[in-house]
Structure formats: structure tokens, C-alpha cells
């Protein structure tokens, strides 16, 4: 399993489906952000290869050379997004999804008419400015998960049913349904109708205020890519401490003005100290104390219901290696039980064979890195959540199974 995101060059052209000009093209080199730009000849040949084959009714999804993954795609018909990236270990699933969550950012921040109905194409080249800070971080080295896996990066605060009925108790009063505390991006705590936001916005939110320079209130006008593309909805934030912020989606009301200081002040001063125990859980995830195996170097648990998930390459620090190289592992290895091991929910011809054959869908699998590294890889699917384990090489390979079940099974009362 190739060590995804070691180095390389990633870049995302953005073109008019019709005319083949570029709207936009962003990089990263090493994960962080690029000026180095494509030249044109590349970008022309990239879209007319792809134009040609449409012509022929085939369609081109992707294609490799020696060192260089492409994906493209193309969407409404009138705009297409080209994916190039020379990191080793970079799978076509990978790009698909940043591709995906790319288009959503786009209608996010402009909305579907102007991305579908092309009346100005410098204009528009102006107004999707506003999404490159977004878009940016899907071609760099995030913390979080959600653009891979399609689900909503979460934490377990303490105190977490007080948070709730705090949120919303606080969204009720001022007229909304949606609510949330949000920490780098990640959701403390949301309101059932927050919760019941559709994918991609449920994932691109937090990810947009974790993405935006803090600042102490934002009155920030955006589009539902599924649930309201075409008409924008306000999103305010207020941070509560830093790096914790409160969102609310609403419409016309209320007012930014309204949330004065005394207000939060008279809602949130009681959770004064829950709210500042929450600081520290950004990258952990995992409350203070939380009872892990010694041998566990990170996690990733999906329910893949309610779409969420919790990441956290924090355990152990003290060995070996190093969070960024593990955050990539356990990406790379959740691409690959992903298209391999549990591919997404069978439709139900698939259901009736697997009831009359249940021993032939997987349950478990492990991968041992190597020559000379160790590292263990494990995961497991037990009803609708899936657990994948990095493991230090002491872990005895006959244990894996086991102690990611009991890891599985602490984990479950939170999500």
C-alpha cells in the first residue's frame, strides 16, 4: 500500500464544459498550496480528449501514466473538473470524491444557476474566487477525513447531552432549526435539523468556517447544494472561544445585531468550563482519558447511517511515526477496504444473494506494512459502523480482530 500524499503535485482545472475555457486552475505541491500552473496546450489536450470520447458516446473517467493519476468529470453538462496528481498512492476513488466535494464548494459558495447557466464567464471567474480558500484545503494536508469518506468529522465533548439541550434550547429562540458548535471544523454538537442536512452540505459546512481566517462573527450568504442550490440561506457564526464557533443556518432572521454579547453571554456562560474542556479535542477527537489500547496509533470510525465519523491519529505520540504519516496510512487504507473489502451498501438483488450466501461479504481485514516497518492495519464492519485500526508492530497479528472489536464496542455508545 503506496504512502499516499508522501510528495508530488496535485492540480484541479476547472473548465466550461461548452466552450473548454478555464475558469480556474489550483495546485499543492506537498500538500500545501501551489502557484505552479498547468501550461495551456496541457489543459487544452486534457479537455479535448475528454470532449473527443464524449463525442463517440464513451465516456472517460480516468486514466494512469507511469507517475500521474487523471479523473475527470463532468457536471450538469456544463462544467467540467480535471484532477491530475502525481502523489504516490493516489487512487481514482480519492479524486473522484475531492472532485465531487470541489463542485459542491462551487455551488456553495455561487449557487447551481450560475454554474448551469453560464451568462458571463468572466464574472463568473470573479465570484468563484470566494471558494478557493475551500477549495484549496481539499488539494492540501487536512486533519480531517470527511472529503474522503462522505462523512461529517466529529468529536465527544464532555458533557455532550448539556451541549445539546443548550444548542437547542438557543436555536429555538432565535428561529432556527439548524445549529451547531463547531471546533476546526469538526461538530461538537448540532441540532436534529442540522443533523438532517443532506450530503455534500452536511460535510462542506464545518469544513467551510474550519477553512475561513477566525474571525469574531460572520454573516456569510450560501447556497445547499442539495437541499436549496438555487436560493442562498445565511450562515452566522460566532465564536465562543477560540477555535469553538456557533453556527446558525437561517434565513432572513435573525439579524447578526441581534446576537449580542449579553445573549450569548446569558445562554453559554453556564457552560463555561464544558466549553473550554472542548479546546483540546480538535485532532484527538477522544475526550481526556478515554480508554484505548496502548498499541492503537489512530482510528477511524464511520456509522455509515447517520454519515459521521471520528478520526484521530493522536494516540501514543510518542511513537513512532509521526501524525501526518499516520493520518495518511489510515487515508490510503480506508480507500482500499473502501473498493476492495466493503465496497458502498448493495442494492437489493445484492441483499437477497448475500442473505442466501452471508459468509461471502467480508467482515474483517488486516495489512501489515512492510519490509522493516510493521505497522498494522486492521479493520472491521459490524452492522452500520466501520472501525479501521493503526496498530503498533508489537500488536500480536492473532489479536487484531479481537481488540478491534473491544475497541468497537467502547466506541459505540458515542456514535
Known amino acids: 500500500m503506496g504512502d499516499e500524499g508522501a510528495g508530488g503535485t496535485v492540480h484541479l482545472l476547472c473548465l466550461a464544459a ?10 499543492s505541491n506537498g ?13 487544452g489536450s486534457l479537455n479535448g480528449v475528454h470532449m473527443f470520447g464524449q463525442n463517440l458516446d464513451v465516456q472517460l473517467n480516468s486514466a494512469r501514466t507511469e507517475d500521474t493519476t487523471v479523473v475527470w468529470k463532468s457536471f450538469h453538462d456544463s462544467i467540467t473538473l480535471i484532477a491530475l496528481s502525481s502523489e504516490e498512492g493516489t487512487t481514482e476513488l480519492r479524486l473522484e470524491r475531492m472532485l465531487h466535494m470541489v463542485f459542491g464548494a462551487m455551488v456553495l459558495i455561487v449557487g447551481l444557476e450560475e454554474l448551469t447557466n453560464i451568462r458571463n ?11 478557493y480558500c475551500l477549495i484549496d484545503s481539499f ?34 429562540a432565535m428561529g432556527t432549526a439548524f445549529a451547531s458548535l463547531l471546533l476546526s471544523g469538526r461538530v461538537v454538537a448540532a441540532t436534529e435539523g442540522w443533523w438532517r442536512l443532506a450530503m455534500p452540505e452536511a460535510v462542506l459546512l464545518p469544513w467551510l468556517v474550519g477553512s475561513l481566517p477566525p474571525q469574531a462573527a460572520r454573516d456569510y450568504p450560501v447556497y445547499l447544494p442539495h437541499g436549496s442550490p438555487k436560493v442562498p440561506h445565511r450562515l452566522l457564526t460566532l465564536t465562543l472561544l477560540q477555535g469553538l464557533e456557533l453556527c446558525l443556518l437561517c434565513g432572513p432572521r435573525p439579524a447578526l445585531g441581534q446576537l449580542d454579547p449579553q445573549l450569548l453571554e446569558r445562554w453559554w456562560q453556564p457552560l463555561l468550563q464544558p466549553l473550554r474542556a472542548c479546546l483540546p479535542l480538535g485532532p484527538r477527537a477522544l475526550p481526556e482519558g478515554f480508554p484505548l489500547h496502548s498499541d492503537i496509533l489512530g482510528l477511524l470510525l464511520l456509522h455509515l447511517e447517520l454519515r459521521r465519523c471520528l478520526f484521530t491519529v493522536e494516540p501514543s505520540r510518542d511513537q513512532e511515526p509521526p501524525p501526518e504519516q499516520r493520518r495518511r496510512l489510515l487515508r ?11 465496497p458502498p451498501e448493495p442494492g437489493p438483488a445484492e441483499k437477497e444473494e448475500d442473505a442466501a450466501h452471508p459468509a461471502q461479504r467480508p467482515r474483517a481485514c488486516y495489512l501489515v506494512l512492510g519490509p522493516g516497518v510493521g505497522w498494522q492495519l486492521v479493520a472491521l464492519k459490524l452492522g452500520l459502523r466501520l472501525l479501521l485500526l493503526m496498530l503498533s508492530p508489537q500488536s500480536p497479528t492473532h489479536g487484531l480482530r479481537s481488540l478491534a472489536a473491544h475497541t468497537l464496542q467502547a466506541l459505540t455508545p458515542f456514535l
Open 18 to 27: 461548452s466552450s473548454g475555457v478555464p475558469l480556474f486552475c489550483r495546485s
Open 31 to 43: 500538500g500545501a498550496p501551489s502557484r505552479q500552473q498547468l501550461p495551456f496546450s496541457v489543459i
Open 121 to 131: 464567464v468572466e464574472r463568473l471567474k470573479k465570484e468563484l474566487r470566494a471558494s
Open 139 to 172: 488539494l492540501g494536508k487536512s486533519e480531517l477525513i470527511g472529503d474522503l469518506t462522505q462523512c461529517v468529522d466529529c468529536v465527544i465533548p464532555p458533557e455532550g447531552s448539556l451541549m445539546q439541550e443548550t444548542l437547542a434550547g438557543f436555536a429555538e
Open 332 to 342: 490510503n487504507f480506508y480507500t482500499l477496504v473502501a473498493t476492495t473489502h466493503f
